[in-house]
């Protein structure tokens, strides 16, 4: 089965920790990407990746970390730094970043993360 | 900073019914525009695109562009209980990503 999937489903963290949560997709698209949203909200885009080892900011990057090292996976951690972090997480994927006005976003099925 | 706006809603329709989305956005450049629909609780699931002026049918789903006037619509052809959900409207940031209104909230009254 094609597909995107994050891990875990639900996350506990306690305040000062650093948490990572996991993306995979074996869909072979090379751009992917991680939203938050918050209750009643839109979603805001953290990072954005189009190829392995490159990444870009999005509109509320801090906090946060990620990496690419592979294309099938964009792991992202939410730091300490990161001051409200309780959220619900998404992590999408396209086939091409700057690709086809018909090239849309897939996303996974979410993490939702909870700071006690 | 580009803006996408919708109505947050909730907007309640009988069962039946046409539901009429609207969402505008603030890019005269923008090119292509997607349509979402998330349950409570899931992630958000692709309904359709457009990159053209004018109507996209789909099924029970309309989309509707117009460039000139920066909007974008969804209509919902005899409305089901089970389309209530939240409606996302996304336009494209010039290949780079995506911008996201906050979604109009869809009540079908059985």
């Known amino acids: 089965d094609g597909g995107i999937t994050q891990s875990p489903k639900y996350l506990f963290r306690k305040e000062g920790q650093n948490v990572t949560l996991s993306c995979e997709q074996n869909?072979?698209?090379?751009?992917m990407y991680w939203y938050r949203q918050d209750p009643g909200q839109g979603l805001r885009l953290i990072y954005y990746?189009?190829?392995?080892?490159?990444?870009q900011k999005g509109d509320i990057a801090e906090g946060y970390s990620v990496s690419r090292e592979k294309k099938e996976s964009f792991p992202l951690t939410v730091t300490s730094a990161q001051k409200n972090p309780t959220a619900f997480y998404l992590c999408?994927?396209?086939?091409?970043?700057?690709?086809?006005?018909?090239?849309?976003?897939?996303f996974g099925p979410g993490t939702r993360l909870t700071v006690l | 900073q580009k803006e996408v706006e919708q109505n947050s809603g909730p907007l309640s329709v009988p069962e039946g019914a046409i539901a009429s989305l609207n969402c505008t956005y603030s890019?005269?450049?923008?090119?292509?525009f997607f349509w979402y629909r998330q349950y409570s609780g899931k992630s958000p699931e692709l309904i359709m695109f457009?990159?053209?002026?004018g109507d996209k049918e789909d099924g029970r789903f309309t989309a509707q562009l117009n460039k000139a006037s920066q909007y974008v619509s969804l209509l919902i052809r005899d409305s089901q209980p089970s389309d209530s959900a939240t409606y996302l409207c996304?336009?494209?940031?010039?290949?780079?990503?995506?911008?996201f209104g906050p979604g109009t909230r869809l009540s079908v009254l059985p």
């Open positions: 890019d005269r450049g923008s090119q292509s």
């Open positions: 999408a994927s396209s086939p091409r970043l700057a690709g086809p006005p018909t090239d849309t976003q897939y």
């Open positions: 990746s189009q190829i392995v080892n490159d990444f």
């Open positions: 457009i990159y053209s002026n």
């Open positions: 869909l072979n698209h090379d751009a």
């Open positions: 996304a336009v494209d940031n010039y290949g780079q990503n995506f911008v």
